[in-house]
């Protein structure tokens, strides 16, 4: 899952990003809303944690034009003690959620888990296919009960084919799911997690669909 940070206080924004880099989320973090809507141009996040008071763009205003833009991922917004006006006006600007500063770390994993399950239309915590389950919180695979031990790479990879599974992902949609600016990629990086993927997992869960990509095949 690739996540984007929107915001301007450095301690806040660390402690954050650290966080959620150890959850196994790739995070890009911007610091003002134009560099906010530069980002959002790409396309390539699954969710948006925003804070509202920003340099250079409020971070209501950048909501709005980005639903406005035809945006659909979750949007999280991150608002001061005192913001009810803020929550409100978040919330009706198309914000799916809010947290008010300070935040439990934990409180935010849990509430970025339900809208992104909510978001790919799933209703249960754990993804069941198969024998195989996968847990977002607690980042357990099992495959007919038997525990799978996965890199933290490797499970991110896993919960991209999952959810929703069977969907064909490409190779690089799925290196944009895996890493953020942060991170250099090796050319070949993905494919080899997809190779040790199939390794613990079982060779024929993980289909390759010429010149497209891969998908998850249950049997
Ligand atoms: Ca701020």
Same mark, same amino acid.
């Given at each position: 899952m690739r996540l984007l940070l929107v915001e301007d206080d450095t301690m806040i924004g660390e402690s954050i990003s650290e966080a959620l880099t150890s959850e196994h989320y790739a995070l890009d973090w911007v610091k003002d809303g134009l560099g906010a809507e530069l980002a959002l141009a790409n396309g390539v996040y699954d969710l948006l944690l925003l804070d +509202?008071? +920003?340099?250079?763009?409020?971070g209501l205003q950048v909501l709005k034009d980005y639903r406005k833009q035809g945006g659909i991922q979750p949007v999280l917004i991150l608002t001061a003690r005192d913001g009810l006006a803020d929550k409100v006006a978040g919330l009706d600007a198309g914000a799916d959620d809010y947290l008010v500063k300070p935040f439990e770390l934990d409180e935010l994993f849990a509430r970025l888990r339900a809208l992104l399950r909510r978001h790919s239309g799933r209703i249960q915590p754990i993804i069941t296919v198969g024998a195989l389950s996968c847990n977002p919180a607690t980042f357990e695979v099992t495959i007919d009960e038997q525990l799978i031990n996965l890199s933290a790479r490797e499970f991110a990879l896993l919960l991209a084919l999952l959810d929703p599974p069977g969907r064909v992902m490409s190779l690089s949609a799925l290196e944009e799911k895996l890493y953020s600016w942060q991170n250099e990629v090796a050319s070949n990086s993905v494919e080899v997690h997809i190779h040790r993927l199939r390794k613990k997992l079982g060779a024929e869960f993980i289909v390759n669909v010429r010149g497209v990509g891969y998908r998850w095949q249950h049997h």
């Amino acid at each position: 899952m690739r996540l984007l940070l929107v915001e301007d206080d450095t301690m806040i924004g660390e402690s954050i990003s650290e966080a959620l880099t150890s959850e196994h989320y790739a995070l890009d973090w911007v610091k003002d809303g134009l560099g906010a809507e530069l980002a959002l141009a790409n396309g390539v996040y699954d969710l948006l944690l925003l804070d +509202l008071g +920003l340099p250079k763009k409020q971070g209501l205003q950048v909501l709005k034009d980005y639903r406005k833009q035809g945006g659909i991922q979750p949007v999280l917004i991150l608002t001061a003690r005192d913001g009810l006006a803020d929550k409100v006006a978040g919330l009706d600007a198309g914000a799916d959620d809010y947290l008010v500063k300070p935040f439990e770390l934990d409180e935010l994993f849990a509430r970025l888990r339900a809208l992104l399950r909510r978001h790919s239309g799933r209703i249960q915590p754990i993804i069941t296919v198969g024998a195989l389950s996968c847990n977002p919180a607690t980042f357990e695979v099992t495959i007919d009960e038997q525990l799978i031990n996965l890199s933290a790479r490797e499970f991110a990879l896993l919960l991209a084919l999952l959810d929703p599974p069977g969907r064909v992902m490409s190779l690089s949609a799925l290196e944009e799911k895996l890493y953020s600016w942060q991170n250099e990629v090796a050319s070949n990086s993905v494919e080899v997690h997809i190779h040790r993927l199939r390794k613990k997992l079982g060779a024929e869960f993980i289909v390759n669909v010429r010149g497209v990509g891969y998908r998850w095949q249950h049997h």
